[in-house]
């Protein structure tokens, strides 16, 4: 069977969602999870496009091993320069060099001519050699390239020498016999295209992202680029779950197989969304909490009869646990640490232990802790930005009769302070007098409540985006009151937007494949 | 252009998701949307599962014209006739009859021969032509079922005389080549296979059911089996927006159209998000809050300029308003009829009078009123089960270093009864005081807070859902106090609970297509 190389962009076009930015903590634990999955490569950010970025990428390229870390550049030697010195410590690491080959793209957004893209490309491509032999080029908005230009591109990027050529579907555009022809057409027009690793990279504007690349990877095509959960900008890109399950499902007769390790798909994509705070509907294929539902309720006693009628996969397949684990007051280190990488975190020693210190004052608490209750834990207390402000004490009064009243108080650069409010409700006072706190104008774009599953006894487990002069950050809070998880919520986004001041996010994002 | 028929399977198909259960005022408003949508034919429901389902594919089928409201059957004579009497009142209804063609289903659920499932079928399709004439019939696990003996049944049930044919791939275990072949297949060998519509009805499990209706229709089906939001059993259908966006952005090449008024696309989305409670996700295709993100934030600029560089519809297209219409306490009977048509409610005179009337008391507790506001609105005050238990009073003290406590009063069968408790949080102490006075034992399945955007001055939409003796149902509530709202979205889940054991679901959905 042929092998199909995955190739992750989770950190890169993923974080593009808005309000999916991850600090580079997060972006270490989501890389070391995904090396665990098995992907081949791991593209990290686009180092030049700010600080953040460029810091997550060379900090994983340094501490994540057993797959190939990428690096996006566009093709001016500036952005391959930043690029190379934030992977060169990584075991393999790849350039990957982009320019927009659509008339649309040249004509509106490069106002360049088709030559001179070409040079640029080979040139970029050249420069990038002297670094590296691991190169990879994309022909940014690619199928709505002129076809026999982009086979000129393409047969450019091979002669200066690029191991992978990429054939993103930008905008979402395509159709599977669409995409399924220019691979098709390039494998063969393309003098030693035979020697390259040709990739798919689709968006999920039609809905179509999954199946153009399997198209893709049908017509010759042997990489492709997805997320974990389609997470992505506008609808995303193609989801890594399903891409790596319609393969070890339909691969036999396909002919086609994949590295990963399907187990780990559950734990990557509860993990993504822990971190990023984006969330996975129930009828989500394969991550989807009704994916497997056939499993549980009136259906049961039906399918444990006959599982094959109506399943084609089963839920340990892809890492779902076939009971709910919950752990309490009796359960070990060891026993936590092992439950921890169930759920996709990798921590480390001193992380661990310091988590299983918060695990267990939280079982002295409550009776059961579920699963979201420790991936609450984890994102609340071990994995976070600096911290400015403190949430040191709350109060709230409120109801269908009364006038509702918060009284906080926080900890700011280490020094104690007070306020009082009312409000529309108790959330609202309590932010308030957060806001007239931290002197803060931010404005409220989602405010949600997750996954006490289990019971009401479960933490609340809340998030807060919010807005302030175009950055958006998410917050995240736990606790038994969802009226104090709200506020270490709106605590902690607050800590994350003065992160982000202090280290600005890329602009340049726009401009990515 | 060819024309696609759209079947929406919402209230079907959509309404098997665990959680999404509706009842009969909440399906006929989506059915009246449907029907603005401009769909070709709504599946209603399965007359003989339930009461509930009888009666709704009744109310449908009288109330709502301008599309054919279909009703499935098995292949029995008493199912049949249950669904033609839930039928009968309709403009040109459609019986729509199954049975399972594949081995795997023959062997472990129907313990039948081939021979007598076609006898079956023909039989069934022979009574229902008695009927009416049109008459749908679908070979249930189509995909995983002897090519040669599908040839078999679409040709016997043409012979009965079928007007539609359906392949369903009821595990969603298709890629979308073989949907072609089968398609293909179809279309060469089944004698008088051009006088009937053949249809595709895909399920998303390997993230591939547009996909693979598209290659339906692209193959010569010519009807497309979907529902709003890709609502569905497991991974859910083919979502009615990504096949209708697919066809009008690319229709052109392919030379095929629908019917659908795609500006309808979006009300349709968020009027079933509210109905059923099962969230979209930013990055869902066509309608995720994220679709058309580009619009927003640091991309404008460069959007504004180059539409077409990453823009491949507008959101105008799909009915995304392009300006957040905040209605407020100056907006007049006029506006307030045109925005709740916008948002996909179709109400009564009656009703529109008392939905005008609490919006007026609601612009004067809150300056602007957003969409989610009035949203929860209807579903909470209008749209609505007879009400055994009623939230008449709610207080709560809670904070972090206090006793969360609750003390509550309900009407219950119009009886005065008053109770506190303490929890671990607000909501515990007010769900543990309401549980108590009811005495109901249900669970909490999933507990959620949404869509306060605009501000933390916005109502809290509360879902609630929970289970007991297998029956899950979803409660809704919205307060500007979140509390309250949650107190309300238990109570009414409650009352749906209550109302559930008096009209109980359906045993047989899970025998569906």
Known sequence: MDRVYIFDTTLRDGEQSPGATMNVEEKIIVARQLEKLGVDAIEAGFPI??????????RIAEEVRGCQIVGLARTRSQDIDRAWEALKAGEDPRLHVFIATSDIHLQHKLQKTREQVFEEMQSAVRYCRKLTANVEF????ATRTDLDFLVRMAAGAVAAGARVVNIPDTVGYAVPPEMAEIIGRLLREVPGIENVILSVHCHDDLGLAAANSLAGVLAGARQVECTVNGLGERAGNAALEEIAMALRTRGGQLGLS??????????????VRAVTGIVVPPNKAIVGRNAFAHESGIHQDGVLKNKLTYEIMTPESVGLPATKLVMGKHSGRHAFRERMGELGFELSDEQLETAFRRFKALSDKKKEVFDEDLETLIMDEIIQVPRRYRLDYINVTSGSQVMPTASVQLDIDGYQARNAEFGDGPVDASFKAIAKLTG??????????NAISGGTDAQGEVRVRIEEDGVEVTGVGAHTDIIV????????????????KKNPPGQLHQDAP
Request: proline share 2%; net charge neutral.
């Open 49 to 58: 496009s700010s600080e953040g970025d460029f810091e997550a990428v060379r």
């Open 138 to 141: 994309s022909c940014e908005d």
């Open 258 to 271: 994949t590295g990963i390790r399907t187990e780990q798909l559950y734990p990557a994509s509860r993990l």
């Open 440 to 449: 803060t104008k931010s404005r409220l774009v989602v405010f949600s409540v």
């Open 485 to 500: 998880a709200s506020a270490k919520a709106y605590v902690d986004a607050l800590n994350k937007l003065d992160y982000r």
